[in-house]
T-cell receptor, first 113, second 115 residues
Framework: AQTVTQSQPEMSVQEAETVTLSCTYD???????LFWYKQPPSRQMILVIR??????QNATENRFSVNFQKAAKSFSLKISDSQLGDAAMYFC??????????FGPGTSLSVIP | DTGVSQDPRHKITKRGQNVTFRCDPI?????LYWYRQTLGQGPEFLTY????????KSRLLSDRFSAERPKGSFSTLEIQRTEQGDSAMYLC?????????????FGPGTRLTVL
C-alpha cells in the first residue's frame, strides 16, 4: 500500500521569500509518479508540479521546484518569490500505474504581506 | 474545454435522506474518479471508472454508496440513508487516459451537510 506523509500542518512565509514544504511517501512500486496539488480556499484543486520517479532531474515549473530524493522517499516542494496568491492548502500525492492517486494530509501555507 | 463540473455545489439534507451528486468530466476523458474530503484532510479515494466500467471501490464506500457512469460520460454518486458522518466535500476528477503520467483535473466539489 502507498502512503504519503506531510509533517507540517501549517507553514507561513513572507511575501517574496522562499518556503519549502516537506513530503515523504512509501511505496513498493518501482514506477510511480509524485505530485503537488494546490487547493486555494473554496477553490478547485489544481496541479502544481509532477515528478516521474524514473527521472533523476528535479522537476521545475516557474517559481515551483521539487527536491526528489528517491532513496529517502522524500519529495519536497520549494516555492520561490512567494506571492499572496500562493496561499492555499498544498497536498503531496503519489500514483502508480493504472491506479488511484493517494494524497497526504496537506500543509496550509500562509503568505504574509 | 469547460473543465470538470459538479452539481450541486452545496447540499444540505436531513439524516436518513438519500442524495445524488452529478459529475461531468472533461470531454473525452476516459477516467473518472470520486474522492471524499473532510475538513483539514486530503482527499480520500472512493471509486473510479474507466469509461463505463467501475474498476475499483474503496472500503470507505459502504453499501449505502453507489456510483454509476452509464454511458462513459457523466457520473452520479448516490448516498442512501445519509448519516452525519457523511458530511464532507465530494470531489470528482477526470483524466484523459490511464497512462501512468496522466494528470487528474478536479471539479469544484459538492459540499454535503447532513443535519
Amino acid at each position: 500500500a502507498q502512503t504519503v506523509t506531510q509533517s507540517q500542518p501549517e507553514m507561513s512565509v513572507q511575501e517574496a521569500e522562499t518556503v519549502t514544504l516537506s513530503c515523504t511517501y512509501d511505496t513498493s512500486e518501482s514506477d510511480y509518479y509524485l505530485f503537488w496539488y494546490k487547493q486555494p480556499p473554496s477553490r478547485q484543486m489544481i496541479l502544481v508540479i509532477r515528478q516521474e520517479a524514473y527521472k533523476q532531474q528535479n522537476a521545475t515549473e516557474n517559481r515551483f521546484s521539487v527536491n526528489f530524493q528517491k532513496a529517502a522517499k522524500s519529495f519536497s516542494l520549494k516555492i520561490s518569490d512567494s506571492q499572496l496568491g500562493d496561499a492555499a492548502m498544498y497536498f503531496c500525492a503519489t500514483k502508480t500505474s493504472y491506479d488511484k492517486v493517494i494524497f497526504g494530509p496537506g500543509t496550509s501555507l500562509s503568505v504574509i504581506p | 474545454d469547460t473543465g470538470v463540473s459538479q452539481d450541486p455545489r452545496h447540499k444540505i439534507t436531513k439524516r436518513g435522506q438519500n442524495v445524488t451528486f452529478r459529475c461531468d468530466p472533461i470531454s473525452e476523458h476516459n477516467r473518472l474518479y470520486w474522492y471524499r474530503q473532510t475538513l483539514g484532510q486530503g482527499p480520500e479515494f472512493l471509486t473510479y471508472f474507466q469509461n463505463e466500467a467501475q474498476l475499483e471501490k474503496s472500503r470507505l464506500l459502504s453499501d449505502r454508496f453507489s456510483a454509476e457512469r452509464p454511458k462513459g460520460s457523466f457520473s452520479t454518486l448516490e448516498i442512501q440513508r445519509t448519516e452525519q458522518g457523511d458530511s464532507a466535500m465530494y470531489l470528482c476528477a477526470s483524466s484523459p487516459n490511464p497512462r501512468l503520467a496522466d494528470t487528474q483535473y478536479f471539479g469544484p466539489g459538492t459540499r454535503l451537510t447532513v443535519l
